[in-house]
């Protein structure tokens, strides 16, 4: 008698289990796609570790925003970014250990980017910690090294002030790949800060339809029944 009960409670659990609508726990996103403008600074002296904040002698600035970039999320805190950057030499200013140089500078960057917002998400959502790294592409009108491959390390982080606008800061490392990978002229630094837009994430659900009913019943003669609360 004992085994009987054991085996009905045992079933009423079961059906009753499944007649139950199932979600799908989603992870969370925070956006979707993320936009940026900012206006950039070019370290490129040749000095790997003296006058980092010389920003008279050794910053290339425009005065209006020059680098673009586009974010794609995918989750667990790791998306791909794109961005493109311009900016001039100016004679007077060091570059390469010479200030002789000048002409347009472009670069490309294909970088992945880890957020750490990811491991408190969603709570205190206004502040977006992160590191990247990935490759790019320089471009210098004049200088040691006109086309130049390179490998890219940095972070930076990100303050949502308003729903999805914020202001962003980042600096990274652009190493030269060829001819030489630590002592060649390829290297340099890029700094940035301007505004981000990002798109609406939320929590991904792969099944869409979670809040339907499972157990239907059909009549013979086609007329259709549902649960009582089904849709």
């Known amino acids: 008698m004992k085994h009987l009960f054991t085996i009905i409670a045992f079933v009423f659990i079961a059906q009753t289990a499944s007649a139950q609508p199932y979600k799908t726990i989603g992870v969370y996103k925070p956006y979707k796609w993320m936009f ?15 006058q980092l ?18 974010d794609r999320y995918f989750k667990y805190g790791w998306s791909m970014e794109f961005g493109a950057s311009y900016t001039k030499y100016e ?37 977006d910690p992160y590191l990247i790294a990935g490759v790019g592409y320089t471009y210098r009108e004049e200088g040691a090294a006109t086309h130049a491959p390179t490998v890219n390390i ?13 202001i962003r800061l980042n600096s990274s490392a652009k190493l030269g790949v060829y001819p030489g990978f630590w002592d060649t002229p390829e ?12 798109t609406k994430g939320g929590k991904s659900n792969p099944n869409k339809n979670f809040n339907k009913r499972k157990n239907k019943w059909v009549h013979k003669g086609g007329r259709r029944f549902k649960q009582k609360g089904g849709r």
């Open 187 to 198: 290297n340099y630094l890029h700094h940035s800060a301007g505004l981000v837009l990002r």
């Open 53 to 70: 904040f010389d920003v008279n002698n050794s910053w290339n600035v425009l005065p209006y925003p020059t680098t673009l970039t586009v």
């Open 154 to 166: 940095g972070g930076g982080v990100n303050f949502w002030i308003y729903k999805g606008f914020g």
């Open 36 to 50: 940026g403008v900012s206006w950039t600074a070019i370290d490129d002296n040749g000095n790997k570790f003296g």
């Open 91 to 127: 004679l007077g200013t060091l570059i390469n250990d010479s200030t002789n140089y000048e002409g347009t500078f472009f670069n490309f960057d294909v970088n992945a980017k880890y957020s750490f917002s990811n491991l408190y998400a969603p709570s205190a959502q206004w502040i």
